[in-house]
């Protein structure tokens, strides 16, 4: 069973930087494809930042608004990937929820960033940042 726990949200200024944080226990590292998602109130859950599964290559792949300030990484051994996340905006403000793939989903999809392509989903961190 995979399980996903996000950590690392909080209140920021704009310009400001945060580091998120996903334990995924029972998940295949280096197989499978895992990222990050967000949602902010009024709007459509938006893909942030994956990394592609072992068939991609782990290519990383971005939302064109956080690319060069957002950064998606693993440490496979800790079972752990990463957003950090700087020069915050307001428009970043959002619950920022950790997902991945078990099912071979990825390699389908031309799109990387698709929610649909992830099975399994954390409980989210909020990540406010004022203006």
């Known amino acids: 069973e995979v399980q996903l726990v996000e950590s690392g949200g909080g209140l920021v200024q704009a310009g400001g930087s945060l580091k998120l944080s996903c334990v995924a226990s029972?998940?295949?590292?280096?197989?499978?494809?895992i990222g990050w998602f967000r949602q902010a109130p009024g709007k459509e859950r938006e893909g942030v930042a994956c990394?592609?599964?072992?068939?991609?290559?782990?290519?990383?792949y971005y939302t064109d608004s956080v690319k060069g300030r957002f950064t998606i990484s693993s440490d496979n051994a800790k079972n752990t990937v990463y957003l950090q996340m700087n020069n915050l905006k307001p428009e970043d403000t959002a619950i920022y929820y950790c997902?991945?793939?078990?099912?071979?989903?990825?390699?389908?999809?031309?799109?990387?960033?698709?929610?649909?392509?992830?099975?399994?989903w954390g409980r989210g961190t909020q990540v406010t940042v004022s203006s």
């Open positions: 029972g998940f295949r590292f280096g197989e499978d494809a």
């Open positions: 990394i592609g599964d072992r068939i991609d290559g782990g290519n990383s």
């Open positions: 997902a991945a793939d078990s099912h071979g989903l990825f390699a389908l999809v031309a799109e990387p960033l698709q929610a649909r392509s992830f099975g399994h």
